[in-house]
């Protein structure tokens, strides 16, 4: 199995060779097939992530899952750890990892329903490979929701190296379709 730093350089390299075009279509069917998901229909309060240029971009349906009446949440970096807020397209600022954060107050992450989790890289078995630092696992270890992991087409690979503290998706959804985990 490749290791970890390999296998997120591969992935820097795969995803830097996607034109802009295909990042956006890309992007346009995983949402499509996320809002298909059994589960995102029943439920209401979903975390989902402010998209940093080299992930699938969420800003093409933040605002629109508002307006169909689903309560948005975003991380925010406080420390080592992810805290939970309300979205609000007025109350943004630029945090951590210049990535756009909400801000207001944390909020229990027992509210929250779905999860939408990007990442590195995805197997068919549900692993997942984040960035490096720990952040999703440790949010993760701290609710039930259900999560699916997200990726462009290039992100799926056959193995993710996986550690006993790693939460395993119930979804990947690719723009290909959506696989549950078996």
């Known amino acids: 199995m490749i290791d970890k730093p390999t296998l997120r350089k591969q992935m820097r390299q795969s995803k830097a060779a996607l034109t802009a075009e295909e990042k956006v279509a ?3 069917a995983v949402w499509e097939h996320v809002e298909n998901i059994p589960e ?7 975390l989902l992530y402010h998209s940093l240029p080299d992930e699938l971009s969420t800003h093409l349906v933040i605002d629109r899952w508002v ?17 939970v807020r309300r979205y609000s397209s007025e109350a943004m600022q630029q945090g951590a990892f210049d990535i756009m954060e909400p801000t207001g ?6 509210v929250l329903q779905l999860i939408i989790v990007p990442g590195v890289a995805f197997d068919s078995a549900g692993n997942r490979l984040g960035r490096g630092k720990g952040y999703y696992d440790r949010l993760l270890s ?7 992991g997200v ?5 799926l690979v056959e193995a993710v190296p996986a550690e006993v503290h790693d939460r395993v ?9 959506v696989a549950k985990r078996p």
């Open 40 to 46: 995102f229909s029943q439920v209401q309060h979903i």
């Open 26 to 28: 890309e992007s346009r």
């Open 67 to 83: 307006a169909c009446g689903k309560t948005i949440y975003l991380p925010v970096v406080v420390g080592d750890d992810l805290v």
């Open 142 to 148: 701290r609710t039930q929701a259900v999560c699916v």
């Open 169 to 177: 998706m119930h979804y990947i959804v690719t723009p290909q379709g």
């Open 151 to 155: 990726c462009y087409n290039c992100q």
């Open 105 to 110: 107050y944390d909020i229990d992450t027992d």
